[in-house]
T-cell receptor, first 113, second 114 residues
């Protein structure tokens, strides 16, 4: 079992650009959540997807959007990047049973110059 | 709404000493509580979780935590620190009413001295 995988590992963009990050959930999981972890801070919830729909959303602007595919993999898109978007972006997968834990991927380090 | 406060951004202990990382939570509904560990340049690994069963929860690597509703606390302990325990530790809370939105604390960096 490969666990949760994310790509790319690192990414450098300039202000105003758009970025797409990808996540493949752990085998058997159908729910994907995305988190932003700024340097020196705890992860902050961006949104959660299952059944190919956004089910919950944190306090992030509409520049942050996502998608879930029929195979449960997911993408996070961020438009109009600004310096403050520089962070580690973590994907977590789980099955829908609330008693189950979320498994986190290694993250994508995004740097906006 | 839920929130988490971790007391102390940095904690330093000697190898073999007791580890105590403090966490207080706020939740408008019965919570699920978690402790995660993060090593440099890695994702989060679950140490233990409380999901309304036993209040004393045992996790991996010798860690345990006790849920105290009256104190709204979920402190993490380990009797004897090892050098490999040096990492960032996050306490987190999630509502047990639906969804996986998890609120994390700011983290506590644990240093272990030889």
């Amino acid at each position: 079992d490969a666990g949760v995988t994310q790509s790319p590992t690192h990414l450098i963009k300039t202000r105003g650009q758009q970025v797409t990050l990808r996540c493949s959930p752990k085998s058997g999981h159908d729910t994907v959540s995305w988190y932003q972890q700024a340097l020196g801070q705890g992860p902050q919830f961006i949104f959660q997807y299952y059944e190919e729909e956004e089910r919950q959303r944190g306090n992030f602007p509409d520049r942050f959007s996502g998608h879930q595919f029929p195979n449960y993999s997911s993408e996070l898109n961020v438009n109009a990047l600004w310096l403050g978007d520089s962070a580690l972006y973590l994907c977590a997968s789980s099955s829908r049973d609330l008693y189950n834990e979320q498994f986190f991927g290694p993250g994508t380090r995004l740097t906006v110059l | 709404a839920q929130s988490v406060t971790q007391l102390g951004s940095h904690v330093s202990v000697s190898e073999g000493a007791l580890v105590l990382l403090r966490c207080n939570y706020s939740s408008s509904v019965p919570p699920y509580l978690f402790w995660y560990v993060q090593y440099p340049n890695q994702g989060l690994q679950l140490l233990l979780k409380y999901t309304s069963a036993a209040t004393l929860v045992k996790g991996i690597n010798g860690f345990e935590a006790e849920f105290k509703k009256s104190e709204t606390s979920f402190h993490l302990t380990k009797p004897s620190a090892h050098m490999s325990d040096a990492a960032e530790y996050f306490c987190a809370v999630r509502a047990n009413t639906g969804g996986f939105k998890t609120i994390f604390g700011a983290g506590t960096r644990l240093f272990v001295k030889a």
